[in-house]
């Protein structure tokens, strides 16, 4: 019995120096883990400059030509011939469809027929106004039987002036039994076949007048202001996407369209090459891009180098050796770079590789740059980039949410939705 009881004393004994050992290890390992926190951290970083950029907006539109019009007959009928088809190349005063002219054809000669009647009933009042004018010389009758006679010469005379306007206006009733062409052009549409009545005014054939082109975009909104002001138009066409064409706003529409909420906007082709007129087709896909160069200076830096936090979009300024986190505003979209538009001036130091792994006040190593082509392709994505930029004040970060919260965040592309 008295050797069991040692025993049991002798245990908490080992329990305590085991329970010691281990609290040292624990200490042990959190001093390890705060070292390696201040380590320093190698990191890839670049100094940013501000200069101007150029804010690129891209739209998609077809081809059409400027002037585009429905020819439709002048009289009522039935068409007896359609000479035409779609895509038919017309020159002016070509016959392109043909009415039944029977019916304007009697309808002129009963017209013709009125006007001899008329000239018949005024050469017999000039005969009687002639008797009348001899007797009244004669006395043998009053003056008022002579003056009734002369009234209705005059009344003889105008009744053959109508019926010669009435035979003019019949013959060209006539005459608009034939639909011609007035311009030069391409026929783009036909809307009605032969044995169809159409009535007068309804178009029945669309011709594309030759020779100027233009590409109908829709813009939205939010780029309206921007596009007005662009000073550089380029335009791919999907068919030969290598060759670029120059173009030139020529319209945009003061109101939006009632079905697409866009405005319609009209870019005329310039300076086409006579390779490009003959490729060139009404209805082909067109790419058109819109180039204004912002009014101030704004911060370029690669999308590696955001880092975000709550919400908070910022980046690691290096100064001295040691890095902080900097609130920013993101503005636009330039390739795989990022335009600020808030946040950083020019000169300082941001590390654009290795942000995730850092802490405000951490020591860094700096590593040589990458070589890399710099982005050519910038992006419109916000309005923000067409005023001058403004700085950062001590609410950046909340700013910066705000702003973000109406611009769009960055997707895994880089993009602003």
Not at 256 to 261: C, E, G, K, L, Q
Request: aromatic fraction near 4%; proline fraction near 4%.
């Amino acid at each position: 019995m008295r050797i069991y009881s040692t025993w049991l004393f002798v245990l908490p004994a080992r329990l305590l120096v085991l329970s010691v050992g281990l609290t040292g290890l624990l200490f042990t390992g959190c001093s390890k883990k705060d070292t390696a926190g201040d380590a320093v951290r190698p990191v890839r970083a670049i100094q940013i400059d501000a200069s101007q950029h150029q804010v690129l907006a891209e739209y998609s539109g077809n081809i059409q030509a400027r002037i585009e019009s429905r020819l439709a007959f002048q009289v009522n009928g039935k068409i007896q011939a359609r000479k035409v088809d779609v895509g038919t190349k017309v020159k002016a005063g070509q016959l392109l469809m043909q009415l039944d002219p029977v019916d304007l054809q009697l309808a002129q000669r009963q017209a013709e027929a009125s006007l001899n009647a008329a000239k018949s009933n005024l050469e017999l009042a000039g005969f009687e106004l002639k008797r009348f004018q001899e007797l009244r010389k004669t006395n043998a009758i009053s003056q008022s039987a002579l003056d009734a006679k002369n009234t209705a010469f005059e009344s003889a005379r105008a009744t053959v002036e109508q019926a010669q306007a009435a035979v003019r206006n019949q013959s060209n009733q006539t005459l608009y039994a034939s639909l011609v062409s007035d311009v030069d052009g391409v026929v783009t549409a036909i809307r009605a076949e032969v044995g169809q009545v159409v009535a007068a005014g309804e178009p029945v054939v669309q011709v594309a007048k030759a020779g100027e082109l233009e590409i109908a975009v829709g813009i939205p909104e939010n780029n309206v202001e921007m596009i007005s002001r662009s000073t550089q138009v380029k335009i791919h066409l999907w068919a030969n996407p290598s060759e670029t064409i120059s173009g030139k706003l020529r319209e945009l529409s003061p109101v939006a369209d009632a079905a697409t909420r866009t405005f319609a906007a009209k870019i005329s082709l310039q300076d086409l090459t006579p390779k490009q007129v003959q490729w060139v087709k009404l209805g082909m896909t067109a790419s058109v891009q819109f180039a204004v160069t912002t009014s101030g200076s704004f911060v370029k830096i690669p999308l590696s180098a955001l880092y975000q936090e709550k919400g908070v979009t910022s980046v690691w300024v290096v100064e001295q050796g040691l890095v902080k986190l900097v609130p920013v505003q993101v503005g636009g979209v330039s390739g795989n770079d990022i335009l600020l538009t808030a946040g950083l001036t020019a000169g300082q130091t941001v590390v654009t590789a290795g942000v995730h792994v850092l802490n405000p006040g951490q020591r860094v190593l700096v590593m040589p740059p990458e070589s890399k082509a710099a982005s050519t392709e910038p992006f419109l994505t916000s309005q923000t980039l067409l005023a001058p930029p403004a700085n950062v004040d001590t609410k950046g970060a909340a700013d910066t949410k705000a702003g973000l919260e109406t611009k769009g965040t960055l997707d895994a592309k880089g993009a602003v939705k």
